[in-house]
T-cell receptor, first 109, second 111 residues
């Protein structure tokens, strides 16, 4: 049972480049989330998906897009990366208890 | 929407002492309150949770209390050990909605 699998673990981008962070869960959860974590600011919600086929903005959605490809997978896309998007990104899934992926450390230079 | 506030932001205790972290929430629709521990460079992991129909829950050295009237809940760690050093997050959850996390408490247990 892998839980929540998130790729890649590390990424360096140049300003203006695009990339997609992948997330998959094998717990048959309905809800999936993308958070970013910055020092002193806790976990801030970017987007979430309460069920397959639905997505909603969280606290900090600007500069990001998401796709709930199916019940298992929820991807996060940065179309034109900016230095302000340097952060650690966590994917999570839940029915009640939330389970987190191992995180992606993204640096935009 | 819901707003979860967490205090203190940093906490240092001597090994063997108790640590208490407090959170308040604003939306009475919140009905599930988990606590997560995040060690340096790791993912947050659930350590204890409480539902709105329960006032207190214990699991060995950790306990959580919930006061629905006052809209606050607290994490209590007794007999602290160096391995308890980590960042702790509280959260409020509304069924079918999302988790609202506090900003975290960095706990340091001094040997």
């Amino acid at each position: 049972n892998a839980g929540v699998t998130q790729t890649p673990k590390f990424q360096v981008l140049k300003t203006g480049q695009s990339m997609t962070l992948q997330c998959a869960q094998d717990m048959n959860h309905n809800s999936m989330y993308w958070y970013r974590q910055d020092p002193g600011m806790g976990l801030r919600l970017i987007y979430y998906s309460a069920s397959e086929g639905t997505t909603d903005k969280g606290e900090v959605p600007n500069g990001y897009n998401v796709s709930r490809l199916n019940k298992r997978e929820f991807s996060l896309r940065l179309e034109s990366a900016a230095p302000s998007q340097t952060s650690v990104y966590f994917c999570a899934s839940s029915d009640t208890e939330a389970f987190f992926g191992q995180g992606t450390r993204l640096t935009v230079v | 929407g819901e707003n979860v506030e967490q205090h203190p932001s940093t906490l240092s205790v001597q090994e063997g002492d108790s640590a208490v972290i407090k959170c308040t929430y604003s939306d009475s629709a919140s009905n599930y309150f988990p606590w997560y521990k995040q060690e340096l460079g790791k993912r947050p992991q659930l350590i204890i949770d409480i539902r709105s129909n329960v006032g207190e829950k214990k699991d060995q050295r950790i306990a959580v209390t919930l006061n629905k009237t006052a809209k606050h809940f607290s994490l209590h760690i007794t007999e602290t050990q160096p391995e308890d050093s980590a960042v702790y997050f509280c959260a409020g959850y509304i069924t079918g909605n999302q988790f609202y996390f506090g900003t975290g408490t960095s706990l340091t247990v001094i040997p």
